[in-house]
């Protein structure tokens, strides 16, 4: 089965622009995260959708981020008025709400904001 | 909540010496623990899962085993490899992990 993607792979910004980040989950996976992973740090999750639903954002710093899930399926995150401190890598994982919970991550879309 | 303790920091090895991470944890709902691994700009990915207690995962040349009386999941590999230079994390199957800062393992020539 494909995996988790996301696009773009990559994204250079100036302070005060916007951007948005794509997933597309593992087919039939109903449960899908997503997370920033500072340089040298583990990733911190920052909101996860179960279907179309929010389950839990309270580390989306709801001001300037925002994500969807509008049908279950792919899911975007925009970050509105970049900030240097957004540097980091963004990551989207899947994984079946029934079950395990064993999580699968994208390649992750690694953001530079100057 | 549940919650895992992991070696902190980072964990330097020789090649060919034997690898072990530790892991305790304190769980109320979840019934697995994982370990992941995330080598040099990779996004990380799945390593093992816990089976049921006492008996043994393996997989990739690392290996785990579950224990209910300790609450340990460490991992394991009897010779590490240059390859095996990566962020190890543990977590358990619940459906909010906190990956936390993981175990830096370096191998070295």
């Known amino acids: 089965e494909a995996g988790v993607t996301q696009s773009p792979r990559y994204a250079v910004l100036q302070e005060g622009q916007a951007v948005s980040f794509w997933c597309d989950p593992i087919?039939?996976?109903?449960?899908l995260y997503w997370y920033q992973q500072p340089r040298d740090q583990g990733p911190q999750l920052l909101v996860y959708?179960?279907?179309?639903?929010?389950?839990?954002n309270s580390q989306l710093p709801s001001d300037r981020f925002s994500a969807v899930r509008p049908k279950g399926t792919n899911s975007t995150l925009k970050i509105q008025s970049a900030k240097q401190g957004d540097t980091a890598t963004y990551l989207c994982?899947?994984?079946?709400?029934?079950?395990?919970?064993?999580?699968?991550f994208g390649p992750g879309t690694r953001l530079t904001v100057l | 909540g549940d919650s895992v303790t992991q070696t902190e920091g980072l964990v330097t090895l020789t090649e060919g010496l034997p690898v072990m991470l530790n892991c305790t944890y304190q769980?109320?709902?979840?019934?697995?623990l994982f370990w992941y691994v995330q080598h040099l700009n990779e996004a990380p990915k799945l390593l093992l899962k816990?089976?049921?207690?006492?008996k043994r995962t393996e997989h990739q040349g690392f290996h785990a085993t579950l224990h209910k009386s300790s609450s340990s999941f460490h991992l394991q590999k009897s010779s590490a490899q240059l390859s095996d230079s990566a962020l190890y994390y543990c977590?358990?199957?619940?459906?909010?992990?906190?990956f936390g800062t993981g175990t830096r393992l370096q191998v070295s020539p």
């Open positions: 994982a899947s994984s079946r709400d029934w079950g395990t919970y064993e999580q699968y």
């Open positions: 816990s089976s049921t207690d006492n």
């Open positions: 087919s039939g996976h109903d449960t």
């Open positions: 977590a358990p199957n619940t459906d909010k992990v906190v």
């Open positions: 959708f179960r279907d179309e639903a929010v389950i839990d």
């Open positions: 769980t109320a709902y979840s019934t697995f």
